[in-house]
């Protein structure tokens, strides 16, 4: 295993690249012709514009990206558009950075997003509101672009909100349902929670660093090791708050699960190449800071460690195929924040990234399975899928042997560097916890495979009658996701086989490295059978399970008792927040406003104007105009003038 032995990343070299405003304007052109002219030009002119412009970003995202490669390691392309706020101190300009880290990021957004973009065609071609669809599909991108390039934290925050709107916009997409709109509401409730830790961290860092700042990453790069220690703590363990929220961990996971009322290419895109990516992006970006709290790292791994165990064990007994990638995800998810808290920086990207090629495919064939079943998500009511639709069937078996981390694919290379990594910089129990969560991977993901695609066929007989597979504008973005789920983890190989961890080397001098272990080879290969034995135990177990003996869950399920209950009811977490934070909030906020905003505000505001509205009925009845009126008043008065000298 290779780590760079700097504890900082290594000084840039700086190359103007006046093209870079154009990966973003090109979904900014989508969004807007979509959003204005989009109903009038048709469903056909939206599927060749919308996918198109993230299809031509992410051309110029290559050539970028192939310019970087030809510069000295570490450089970075640079583009300044304008001043943005410049006040007292702080002096934040639009900006952008591709380097080494943001590039990889780039490439993963754009190419995995077009894919999505072309699938949506196909998905979402009756939808009545298309082109709204696409209008949001491309504003996601544009988000996250801005998230990835922008060279400040300013600047990342207005992506990193731009996502969160996003999510909101498109989870909710389907809102005459109301369980749709609640779950896009659950969504941007639950993030505005870890945002307020972003913005707090944020704060701190600008109060700390004194002097003329734009809170630039080189900025605070060169000045991080004059901030006393308790503070760069106190900061990580905040920006990893914003990190629980974007990228679902414990105990801010529970809005990604209900995400999955969105539209299924709307699951992939959030759960595979963006959103959810962006606190992982966060926590590496900012890995010069991170490498001097090493408390606040240690908080990193262990949530992470235990968000993949959790989150797998859920995965176990759900029946919603959706739900099952759902929790996946947050799974796969705590793996990257399992490196990332043991210093393995490189080696959470390079999970990120593989997890994008597989899970977007997982989630894509999900799709293409709902679509062929005329809607249904039970994989109880499916079976036999593999004879109707092969196509569907090969590309998600390829994900599924990925993500279970079989040798030879995407998925095994990745997850043997993280579980590797931890156990050489000594965390000898969260490597135990990732090697348990692998094996349930294993299980539950063969377990959706054999109920979805073996056996025979459960669905009623008109929705057997209506099985098919999906058109090619489906079918093809699952082929190419399946090549990648193959190919894309032999970038980084172990033991130094061959050409080496790539990757690693790419990323390096932009990345701090905070450990220097490395293990000795027969070690490393022993960890690997382990971890292979493992998944290979769990995929056995789910074809004696939903194969070979389809009787022995529920016998099983039946001795459990409570304990299935609780595991099937997801531990009854939402129950839990629901009955101690929403519940009393709402009654909480019911009380104040009937015994103080009623009683207290409106009653002293509405008193106010009734005091003034009853003296104006009084005193109106001065004013009232007639000169016979006026006349009577002028004798009263001059009678009581009179009546008073006379009485003196």
Not at 30 to 44: C, E, Y
Request: glycine share 10%; with cysteine.
């Amino acid at each position: 295993m290779h780590q760079a032995a700097s504890n900082a990343p290594a000084a840039a070299l700086l190359v103007h690249a006046g093209y870079l405003w154009l990966i973003l304007a090109l979904p900014l052109f989508g969004v807007l012709f979509n959003l204005f002219l989009g109903k009038r030009a048709g469903k056909a002119a939206v599927s060749l514009v919308a996918p198109g412009v993230v299809g031509a970003a992410f051309v110029v995202a290559c050539y970028a990206f192939v310019q970087l490669l030809s510069l000295p390691p570490g450089s970075a392309l640079t583009q300044t558009l304008y001043p943005w706020i410049h006040a007292g101190n702080l002096a934040v300009n639009v900006a952008f950075r591709l380097d080494a880290l943001s590039g990889t990021m780039v490439m993963i957004v754009t190419g995995v997003g077009f894919l999505i973009h072309v699938y949506s065609v196909g998905y979402m071609h009756e939808d009545e509101r298309y082109s709204r669809y696409f209008t949001y599909l491309n504003l996601f991108t544009l988000a996250m672009l801005t998230l990835v390039l922008g060279d400040s934290l300013p600047l990342l925050f207005v992506g990193w909100e731009g996502v969160g709107v996003c999510s909101y916009l498109l989870i909710g997409f389907w809102f005459s349902e109301t369980a749709n709109a609640a779950a896009g509401k659950k969504a941007f409730v639950v993030n505005r929670i870890g945002d307020a830790g972003f913005l707090l961290a944020v704060f701190l860092l600008f109060w700390h660093m004194g002097g003329a700042n734009g809170l630039r990453f080189d900025e605070i790069a060169a000045q991080v090791d004059q901030i006393p220690p308790h503070i760069l703590t106190a900061v990580g363990l905040l920006f990893f708050v914003g990190a629980m929220g974007k990228s679902a961990q414990l105990p801010l996971y529970v809005w990604l699960p209900d995400a999955m009322a969105g539209p299924t290419p709307v699951s992939a895109l959030i759960h595979a190449a963006t959103m959810v990516t962006a606190g992982v992006y966060l926590i590496a970006r900012m890995s010069f800071l991170y490498v001097l709290a090493p408390g606040a790292l240690e908080v990193v791994a262990i949530v992470g460690a235990l968000t993949a165990l959790f989150a797998a064990s859920i995965g176990l007994l759900q029946t919603d195929i959706k739900k099952v990638l759902a929790y996946s995800t947050v799974s796969q998810l705590g793996y990257m924040f399992l490196a990332l808290g043991v210093g393995a920086f490189s080696a959470a990207i390079f999970h990120l990234m593989t997890h994008a090629f597989f899970k977007g495919l997982l989630f894509l064939g999900a799709g293409s399975v709902i679509h062929g079943m005329s809607g249904e998500q039970d994989m109880r009511k499916m079976g036999g899928l593999r004879t109707h639709m092969p196509v569907t069937f090969r590309t998600f078996f390829i994900g599924t042997i990925a993500i279970a981390g079989i040798p030879g694919f995407a998925g095994f290379f990745s997850k043997d560097l993280v579980l590797a990594s931890a156990f050489a910089e000594g965390h000898i129990g969260l490597w135990f916890i990732g090697v348990l969560a692998a094996g349930m991977t294993a299980f539950y993901m063969f377990r959706l495979l054999f109920m979805t695609f073996y056996g025979e066929c459960r669905a009623d007989e008109k929705t057997k009658h209506h099985i098919h597979e999906s058109p090619k504008t489906m079918t093809v973005p699952l082929v190419v996701l399946a090549i990648l789920s193959i190919v894309g983890g032999y970038i980084s190989l172990p033991m130094h086989l061959l050409w080496g961890d790539k990757l690693g080397e790419f990323l390096a001098p932009v990345l701090a490295a905070h450990g220097v272990h490395h293990l000795s080879i027969p070690l490393e290969l022993a960890l690997m059978a382990t971890s292979v034995s493992v998944a290979a135990s769990g995929i056995a177990l789910a074809y004696l399970f939903y194969v070979a003996r389809p009787e022995l869950p529920g016998q099983l399920a039946e001795q459990a008792g409570a304990l299935y209950k609780v595991v099937l009811n997801k531990y009854y977490v939402d129950e839990i927040y629901d009955a101690a934070i929403v519940r009393p909030t709402l009654y909480g906020s019911r009380m104040l406003w009937r015994w103080f905003d009623v009683a207290v505000i409106d009653a002293a505001v509405n008193g106010v104007a009734a005091f003034v509205a009853g003296n104006a009925r009084v005193w109106r009845r001065v004013q009232t105009g007639n000169v016979q009126h006026y006349a009577a008043s002028l004798l009263v008065g001059a009678a009581v003038v009179l009546a008073y000298y006379a009485l003196l």
